[in-house]
């Protein structure tokens, strides 16, 4: 059985197209108007009550993002029944096509999350704002450092698919109530696929660009990610320390974090010395810096290459 999950926001232009294009595919539709100040709650109705009587609908009293309407939606699933969700958005952007591969894929492959990349070459149709290329490319390879999977891209892409087994007991942390929660799915269920023999995946996908007005606040995004990147490199060491096949990589992030925090304060102290009238050897503390910041890289590399080989066994991707 599969579910489909649709997060709507002031989407009457295109709300109406996107339900009656994917509803026939799927045993069970939920839809979350998150409290849209256009006729999107309106359009919705009308449609239930005309043609597809069996949708549920979740209407937010006010405005909670995103991510806590996806979260909303999840504890309204009867997970003993649907094998699989899909969460798609009212705004018409996703390809029906690449709704359905969605599904074929994680049937025939056993996948519990597969996620989507649209940065490829027919993978944006439209002009995408160049904040969003630069954030996405931060954004990434944020993400293959949280996951050590380097194969990993496009962690804010809003389509995905996740398993019922991989739901149970999910939560979402509130710092991505509003922003970026696609970006925790995927380091969330990544690092899970050791702990619990997840499988994971990622296909490529086609985003059509019209004349929507995003409100996603990149500065706010930014401080998330970096706070919940590093969060993450810390908690994986005690993970690992579980696993035999891990612990080498858990004492090398270890030693990288403690060679990473030695390097900003000798980093520090050369700025110090440099630009306000420390009395040190410039020479001895930038050189210190330097030796600090190689020995960082290479323990970084070396850790995310042993894990790296390792999610590799459980990873598909469509390349």
């Given at each position: 059985m599969?579910?489909?999950?649709?997060l709507?926001?002031?989407?009457?232009?295109?709300i109406e197209?996107t339900?009656r294009?994917?509803?026939?595919?799927?045993?069970?539709?939920?839809?979350v108007?998150?409290?849209?100040?256009?006729?999107t709650?309106?359009?919705?109705?009308e449609?239930?009550?005309?043609?597809?009587?069996?949708?549920?609908?979740?209407?937010?009293n006010k405005?909670i993002?995103?991510g806590?309407?996806?979260?909303?939606?999840?504890?309204e699933l009867?997970?003993?029944k649907?094998?699989?969700v899909?969460?798609i958005d009212g705004?018409?952007?996703?390809?029906?096509?690449d709704?359905?591969?969605?599904?074929?894929?994680?049937?025939?492959?056993k996948?519990?999350?597969?996620?989507?990349?649209r940065f490829?070459e027919e993978?944006?149709e439209?002009?995408?704002p160049?904040?969003?290329?630069i954030?996405?490319?931060?954004?990434s390879f944020l993400?293959k450092l949280?996951t050590?999977?380097?194969k990993?891209n496009?962690?804010l892409?809003?389509?995905?698919?996740?398993?019922?087994?991989?739901?149970?007991?999910?939560?979402?942390p509130k710092i991505f109530?509003?922003?970026?929660?696609?970006?925790f799915l995927?380091?969330?269920?990544?690092?899970?696929?050791?702990e619990k023999n997840f499988?994971?995946?990622?296909i490529?996908?086609t985003?059509?660009?019209?004349?929507?007005?995003?409100n996603l606040?990149?500065?706010?995004?930014?401080?998330?990610l970096?706070f919940?990147t590093?969060?993450?490199?810390?908690?994986k060491?005690?993970?690992?320390?579980?696993?035999?096949?891990?612990?080498?990589?858990?004492?090398l992030d270890?030693?990288s974090?403690?060679?990473?925090?030695t390097?900003?304060?000798?980093?520090t102290r050369?700025?110090?010395?440099?630009?306000?009238?420390y009395?040190?050897?410039?020479?001895?503390?930038?050189?210190?810096t330097?030796?600090?910041?190689?020995i960082?890289?290479?323990?970084?590399?070396t850790?995310?290459k042993?894990?790296?080989?390792?999610?590799l066994?459980?990873?598909?991707?469509?390349d």
């Open positions: 599969f579910t489909l999950i649709v709507a926001y002031n989407e009457e232009k295109y197209k339900i294009e994917s509803f026939n595919h799927f045993d069970e539709v939920i839809i108007n998150d409290s849209s100040k256009d006729e709650l309106k359009i919705i109705n449609l239930e009550l005309k043609d597809f009587n069996n949708l549920k609908i979740i209407n937010n405005n993002g995103a806590k309407s996806f979260l909303n939606a999840i504890k009867d997970l003993n649907t094998d699989y899909i969460k705004d018409n952007q996703f390809k029906i096509d709704i359905l591969k969605l599904k074929k894929v994680a049937k025939d492959n996948i519990d999350f597969l996620k989507c990349d490829w993978g944006i439209g002009n995408i160049i904040i969003r290329f954030g996405n490319a931060f954004a993400l949280s050590s999977n380097w990993l496009d962690p892409n809003g389509l995905f698919l996740i398993s019922s087994k991989a739901l149970r007991n999910f939560d979402l109530y509003r922003y970026g929660y696609p970006f995927s380091v969330y269920f990544s690092n899970l696929s050791i499988k994971i995946g990622q490529k996908n985003v059509t660009y019209r004349d929507e007005k995003s606040k990149a500065l706010t995004m930014l401080f998330k970096l919940y590093l969060k993450t490199l810390v908690t060491i005690k993970i690992k320390m579980k696993y035999s096949k891990l612990q080498m990589s858990g004492i270890f030693f974090l403690c060679s990473f925090a390097f900003c304060y000798s980093f050369f700025i110090q010395i440099r630009y306000f009238d009395y040190a050897s410039q020479a001895t503390w930038f050189l210190v330097l030796i600090f910041f190689t960082s890289i290479g323990l970084i590399y850790s995310q042993i894990e790296y080989e390792l999610k066994s459980n990873f598909y991707n469509e």
